[in-house]
């Protein structure tokens, strides 16, 4: 298993559209592209000496062929449409993750 994970800076301005628009539309978009089986979306709980709002957004996938079918057929489509709405408003960057294990508590309640 891979995690995609995209790291953005959000300037305070947009957070509120960025966040609507990124769990109504992009997130649903990355998943309809069949590449991701789910994704988690998390704030980081950090203050950025940019300023701005930082968050987290991991996408799961199978493998690393279909993250690269991912960058090959659906990355460029996807990234023109954040870069067209949210321009110099934002700042990402991406990192890819190869899961080694997962372990689950059995006596912690979330």
Same mark, same amino acid.
């Given at each position: 298993?891979?995690?995609? &994970?995209?790291?953005?800076?959000?300037?305070?301005?947009?957070?509120?559209?960025? +966040?609507?628009w990124m769990?109504?539309?992009?997130?649903?978009n990355? +998943?309809?592209?069949?590449?991701f089986?789910?994704?988690?979306?998390?704030?980081?709980?950090?203050q950025?000496?940019?300023?701005?709002?930082t968050?987290?957004?991991?996408?799961?996938?199978?493998?690393?062929e279909t +993250?690269?079918?991912?960058?090959?057929?659906?990355?460029s489509q +996807?990234? &023109?449409?954040?870069?067209?709405l949210?321009?110099?408003k934002?700042? #990402?960057?991406?990192?890819?993750l190869?899961?080694i #294990?997962?372990?689950?508590?059995?006596?912690v309640?979330n």
């Amino acid at each position: 298993m891979y995690i995609y &994970n995209v790291t953005t800076n959000i300037d305070e301005s947009i957070k509120n559209e960025w +966040l609507k628009w990124m769990k109504e539309k992009h997130i649903p978009n990355m +998943l309809a592209t069949g590449k991701f089986s789910h994704a988690k979306m998390s704030r980081v709980m950090i203050q950025e000496e940019m300023g701005g709002v930082t968050y987290s957004v991991q996408y799961t996938t199978d493998s690393l062929e279909t +993250l690269q079918k991912y960058y090959k057929e659906n990355a460029s489509q +996807l990234r &023109n449409e954040t870069i067209a709405l949210f321009n110099n408003k934002i700042v #990402s960057f991406r990192t890819e993750l190869k899961v080694i #294990s997962e372990q689950f508590s059995m006596s912690v309640k979330n």
